[in-house]
């Protein structure tokens, strides 16, 4: 994979907002996420003030603010859950109004998106037959699109 982060670069990471926009991103995006009826469903056990500020520490960490992120690598923490491509674009469209309603830069709009897009081959998965646990105990996630549910 070939992932577009960056080299520390304080000056440029304030002049994108600093961590300061990535917290307000991460709130209007996380609040979306958890709001929303199907990729909600993913996120049931975390907590979404976690999941907040893990997505803050890596997005710092691969837009040339601070190396914070101390987490998982993406790949593997998804392993267990069946993301279709479908599921992986409504995020990708929550990400955007997030990005926009926060008054990012067109800069950093840009930056953050391909970060993401980077992970799609990675996470993206044709069925739940792709899906491996992480750990002895672990459980798949896997939820149809509720909006889709007959009877
Ligand atoms: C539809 C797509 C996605 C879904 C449903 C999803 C879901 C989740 C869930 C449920 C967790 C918590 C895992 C746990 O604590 O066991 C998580 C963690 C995380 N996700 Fe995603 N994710 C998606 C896409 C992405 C993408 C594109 C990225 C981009 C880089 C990403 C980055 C992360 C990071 C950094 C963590 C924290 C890892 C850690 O626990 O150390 N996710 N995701």
């Known amino acids: 994979m070939n992932l577009p982060i960056s080299n520390v670069n304080l000056s440029k990471f304030e002049e994108l907002g600093g961590k300061q926009m990535l917290q ?12 929303h009826k199907w990729i909600g469903q993913y996120f049931q056990a975390v ?13 710092s960490s691969a837009l040339g603010g601070p190396k914070v992120y101390c987490g998982r690598l ?11 491509e479908e599921l992986f674009e409504i995020r990708h469209s929550l990400l955007l109004e997030s990005l926009h309603e926060a008054n990012a830069s067109e800069e950093l709009i840009a930056k953050w998106t391909k970060i993401d897009e980077a992970f799609k081959s990675g996470l993206v998965k044709k069925n739940i037959g792709e899906c491996e646990k992480r750990y002895f105990t672990d ?13």
């Open 74 to 84: 993406p790949v593997p923490v998804h392993k267990n859950m069946f993301i279709s």
């Open 24 to 35: 307000k991103v991460a709130k209007l995006f996380y609040d979306k996420v958890y709001e």
């Open 139 to 151: 459980e798949y996630l896997s939820f149809p699109d509720p909006a889709k549910k007959v009877g």
């Open 47 to 59: 907590s979404q003030e976690i999941i907040e500020s893990q997505q803050v520490d890596f997005m």
